[in-house]
C-alpha cells in the first residue's frame, strides 16, 4: 500500500458554495483534490434538508463527527461539502463523500441553485444516493426527474435511501424487498388523462436516466425524543435494525461503488475531478447546461497539452543524454532522433485522450520536427566550426610558410603540392570531424586556390606546357569535388525525405493501435448501455406501455447507427 498517497482530511470542507444565488468552486479544496492521485470512489447524498443525510455520510467516513448535523443547518454554507477518506475497502483508492447542504430549505430558498446543486452532485459522483423520509413520494419523483432533464448524461449509479420507513414492506400480501418496493413505486399507471401523464413523465424519466437502481430502506433509528441528539448516543441506545440497515448501507456502498469514469474508461483522479468540478461551476456561471461532454473535451485539452510537454521534456531529455554534436554521419543523428522520437510518441499516446483531428498529436509532430531540424543545424555547425579550427591548426604553418617565400623558387610549387597533400592527409585522419568535414576543407582550400595560382604561374622551374596540364588537372580535381559534394547532399536529402516518411508512419502506428483499443472500449461501453436500454424496453412492453416502448427502440437504434457509422478520425 502506498502510504505517502494516502489522504489525511481531518474533516470536511466545503467544495462548491453557493452565496447569494452565485455558485463558486473553493479554491482550498481544489487544492486538496489536486493532491489526490489514486482513483476516486465518489458517492454523492442529494435530499431534503433535515432527512439525515449528514449523519448517514459521517457512517460511511467511519467516524462520529464530520458533517455537522442539523442542529447547525443554520450556520452552515449552502452547497456541496467535501470529505475524501482512504477507501475502507478498495486499496490505492480515495473515498470522497460529497455531502449537499440546504436543499429544499425555505429560508435559504433558491430552487434554481437547488436545482444545480442537484445536477452537479449527479454529475461528479460514481453513486449517487437520494435520500428521502417515509415513502417513495410524488414530491420525490418530481424533484428527481427534474434534474435529469439539467444534465445530459448520466453515469452514476443510483442508490435510494429511505428514511423513517414504517410500511411494511408487501405486495398482495406478499413480502418484497426494498429493491421490489423501488420497482413498484417506478411503475407506471395506465391512462392518457392529464393526471395520469404527470404521473407517469418523472418515472419513465428516472428509469431511463438510471437503469439500475438499488433502494435500501431505514427504521427510525430512536424514540423520537433521541432523534435530536442522535450522534451522542451510544451504539446500544440505537434501534438495532437502524444499525445493522446502516452497516448494510455501508457495506454496499463500499463493496459496489466504483471508481467515477469518464467516457472511453478515462479513470478519474482528484486533478480529474477537480477540472470537472471547474468545468461544470464555469458551464453554470456563464449560463450553460453543465455538459458532460463539454467537461471532458476540457478535461482532455488540459491533458493532452500535458501530455504534449511530458513527450517533449522525454525527447529533449533522450537526445541531450545521447547525442554528442558533431555525429559522424547524419544517419547516426537521425536514428537517435527516431528512437527519442518513438519513446516521447510512446509517452503522448499514453497519457492523451480524444485528441480531437489530432491537433495534440499534430503538434507534438511539428515540435518534433522542428527540433530534429535545430539538431540537423546545429550539427552542421559544430561540424563546421571544429573543422574550420582544425584546419587552421593544420594548414598555418604551411601558410606562414607561403608568406614567408619558402616556395617562391624554382621547384616551389610541387613542394607546395606536396606539402598539401601531406596536410589534407593529416586533417583526413583526424577523427570525428562530422558532416561538414570534406565541405569545409573543400572551401578551405577553395579560398587559397589563387595563392596555388600564382605559385604555379611563377614557378620557372615548369615549362608552360606543363603549366597548362596543371591547370587542367586542377579543375578536374574540383569539378569532381563538386560533383561529389552534390551527391553528398542528395544523399542527405534522401535521408531527410526517409526519416520524415518513418515519423509519419510512426505517429499513424501508434495512433491506429490506440484507436483501435479505444474504439473496443467504446463498443463495449456501448453494449453496456444498450443492454441497460433494452432492459427498459422489455419492460416497458411488459408493463403494457407499447408506445413508450417503441419510442425507446428507435433512441437504442438510433445508438446503435451511430456505433455502425463508427467514429471517423482523419489521420494527421
Ligand atoms: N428521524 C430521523 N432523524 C435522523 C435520522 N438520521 C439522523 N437524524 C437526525 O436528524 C437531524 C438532521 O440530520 P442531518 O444528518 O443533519 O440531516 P441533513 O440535513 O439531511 O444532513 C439530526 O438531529 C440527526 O440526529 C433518521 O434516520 N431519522
Ligand atoms: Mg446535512
Given at each position: 500500500v502506498d502510504m505517502a498517497s494516502e489522504i489525511h482530511m481531518p474533516g470536511p470542507v466545503c467544495l462548491i458554495e453557493n452565496i447569494n444565488g452565485k455558485l463558486t468552486a473553493d479554491q482550498e479544496a481544489l487544492k486538496i483534490l489536486s493532491a489526490v492521485t489514486q482513483p476516486v470512489v465518489v458517492v454523492a447524498i442529494v435530499g431534503l434538508y433535515r432527512t439525515g443525510k449528514s449523519y448517514l455520510m459521517n457512517k460511511l467516513a467511519g467516524k462520529k463527527k464530520g458533517f455537522s448535523l442539523g442542529s447547525t443547518v443554520q450556520s452552515h454554507t449552502k452547497g456541496i461539502w467535501m470529505w475524501c477518506v482512504p477507501h475502507p475497502s478498495m486499496p490505492n483508492h480515495t473515498l470522497v463523500l460529497l455531502d449537499t447542504e440546504g436543499l429544499g430549505d425555505v429560508e435559504k430558498g433558491d430552487n434554481q441553485n437547488d436545482s444545480w446543486i442537484f445536477a452537479l452532485a449527479i454529475l461528479l459522483s460514481s453513486t449517487f444516493v437520494y435520500n428521502s423520509m417515509g415513502t417513495i413520494n410524488q414530491q420525490a419523483m418530481d424533484q428527481l426527474h427534474y434534474v435529469t432533464e439539467l444534465t445530459d448524461r448520466i453515469r452514476a449509479t443510483f442508490v435510494w435511501t429511505l428514511r423513517d420507513f414504517s410500511l411494511e414492506l408487501e405486495a398482495n400480501g406478499q413480502p418484497i424487498t426494498a429493491d421490489e418496493y423501488l420497482e413498484l413505486s417506478l411503475k407506471l399507471k395506465k391512462g392518457t388523462d392529464q393526471k395520469t401523464q404527470s404521473f407517469n413523465y418523472p418515472r419513465l424519466c428516472i428509469r431511463k436516466f438510471f437503469p439500475k437502481t438499488k433502494c435500501f430502506i431505514f427504521d427510525r433509528p430512536a424514540q423520537r425524543k433521541y432523534l435530536i441528539k442522535l450522534e451522542q448516543l451510544?451504539?446500544?441506545?440505537?434501534?438495532?435494525?437502524?444499525?445493522?440497515?446502516?452497516?448494510?448501507?455501508?457495506?454496499?456502498?463500499?463493496?459496489?461503488?466504483?471508481?467515477?469514469?469518464?467516457?472511453?474508461?478515462?479513470?478519474?483522479?482528484?486533478?480529474?475531478?477537480?477540472?470537472?468540478?471547474?468545468?461544470?461551476?464555469?458551464?453554470?456561471?456563464?449560463?450553460?447546461?453543465?455538459?458532460?461532454?463539454?467537461?471532458?473535451?476540457?478535461?482532455?485539452?488540459?491533458?493532452?497539452?500535458?501530455?504534449?510537454?511530458?513527450?517533449?521534456?522525454?525527447?529533449?531529455?533522450?537526445?541531450?543524454?545521447?547525442?554528442?554534436?558533431?555525429?559522424?554521419?547524419?544517419?547516426?543523428?537521425?536514428?537517435?532522433?527516431?528512437?527519442?522520437?518513438?519513446?516521447?510518441?510512446?509517452?503522448?499516446?499514453?497519457?492523451?485522450?480524444?485528441?480531437?483531428?489530432?491537433?495534440?498529436?499534430?503538434?507534438?509532430?511539428?515540435?518534433?520536427?522542428?527540433?530534429?531540424?535545430?539538431?540537423?543545424?546545429?550539427?552542421?555547425?559544430?561540424?563546421?566550426?571544429?573543422?574550420?579550427?582544425?584546419?587552421?591548426?593544420?594548414?598555418?604553418?604551411?601558410?606562414?610558410?607561403?608568406?614567408?617565400?619558402?616556395?617562391?623558387?624554382?621547384?616551389?610549387?610541387?613542394?607546395?603540392?606536396?606539402?598539401?597533400?601531406?596536410?589534407?592527409?593529416?586533417?583526413?585522419?583526424?577523427?570525428?570531424?562530422?558532416?561538414?568535414?570534406?565541405?569545409?576543407?573543400?572551401?578551405?582550400?577553395?579560398?587559397?586556390?589563387?595563392?596555388?595560382?600564382?605559385?604555379?604561374?611563377?614557378?620557372?622551374?615548369?615549362?608552360?606546357?606543363?603549366?597548362?596540364?596543371?591547370?587542367?588537372?586542377?579543375?578536374?580535381?574540383?569539378?569532381?569535388?563538386?560533383?561529389?559534394?552534390?551527391?553528398?547532399?542528395?544523399?542527405?536529402?534522401?535521408?531527410?525525405?526517409?526519416?520524415?516518411?518513418?515519423?509519419?508512419?510512426?505517429?499513424?502506428?501508434?495512433?491506429?493501435?490506440?484507436?483501435?483499443?479505444?474504439?473496443?472500449?467504446?463498443?463495449?461501453?456501448?453494449?453496456?448501455?444498450?443492454?441497460?436500454?433494452?432492459?427498459?424496453?422489455?419492460r416497458l412492453l411488459e408493463e403494457g406501455f407499447a408506445k413508450e416502448s417503441k419510442k425507446l427502440q428507435n433512441e437504442i437504434e438510433s445508438i446503435q447507427r451511430r456505433s455502425q457509422r463508427g467514429s471517423q478520425c482523419i489521420i494527421l
Open positions: 451510544q451504539e446500544g441506545e440505537l434501534n438495532p435494525e437502524f444499525v445493522e440497515q446502516v452497516m448494510e448501507f455501508c457495506s454496499y456502498i463500499f463493496s459496489h461503488s466504483k471508481p467515477k469514469t469518464l467516457s472511453g474508461n478515462i479513470i478519474v483522479n482528484g486533478p480529474r475531478l477537480e477540472s470537472l468540478v471547474l468545468t461544470y461551476v464555469n458551464a453554470i456561471s456563464s449560463g450553460d447546461l453543465p455538459c458532460m461532454e463539454n467537461a471532458v473535451l476540457a478535461l482532455a485539452q488540459i491533458e493532452n497539452s500535458a501530455a504534449v510537454q511530458k513527450a517533449i521534456a522525454h525527447y529533449d531529455q533522450q537526445m541531450g543524454q545521447k547525442v554528442q554534436l558533431p555525429t559522424e554521419t547524419l544517419q547516426e543523428l537521425l536514428d537517435l532522433h527516431r528512437a527519442s522520437e518513438r519513446e516521447a510518441i510512446e509517452i503522448f499516446i499514453k497519457s492523451s485522450f480524444k485528441d480531437v483531428d489530432q491537433k495534440f498529436q499534430k503538434d507534438l509532430g511539428d515540435q518534433l520536427q522542428a527540433k530534429r531540424d535545430d539538431y540537423c543545424k546545429q550539427n552542421v555547425k559544430a561540424s563546421t566550426d571544429y573543422c574550420e579550427a582544425l584546419l587552421r591548426d593544420i594548414f598555418g604553418p604551411l601558410e606562414e610558410d607561403v608568406k614567408q617565400g619558402i616556395f617562391s623558387k624554382p621547384g616551389g610549387y610541387r613542394l607546395f603540392i606536396q606539402k598539401k597533400q601531406e596536410l589534407k592527409n593529416k586533417y583526413n585522419q583526424v577523427p570525428r570531424k562530422g558532416i561538414e568535414a570534406e565541405e569545409t576543407m573543400r572551401k578551405y582550400l577553395e579560398s587559397k586556390e589563387d595563392v596555388a595560382d600564382a605559385l604555379l604561374r611563377t614557378d620557372q622551374s615548369l615549362t608552360e606546357k606543363e603549366k597548362e596540364i596543371e591547370v587542367e588537372r586542377i579543375k578536374a580535381e574540383s569539378a569532381e569535388a563538386a560533383n561529389k559534394m552534390l551527391e553528398e547532399m542528395q544523399k542527405k536529402n534522401e535521408q531527410m525525405m526517409e526519416q520524415k516518411e518513418k515519423s509519419y508512419q510512426e505517429h499513424v502506428r501508434q495512433l491506429t493501435e490506440k484507436m483501435e483499443r479505444d474504439r473496443a472500449q467504446l463498443l463495449e461501453e456501448q453494449e453496456r448501455t444498450i443492454a441497460l436500454k433494452l432492459q427498459e424496453q422489455q
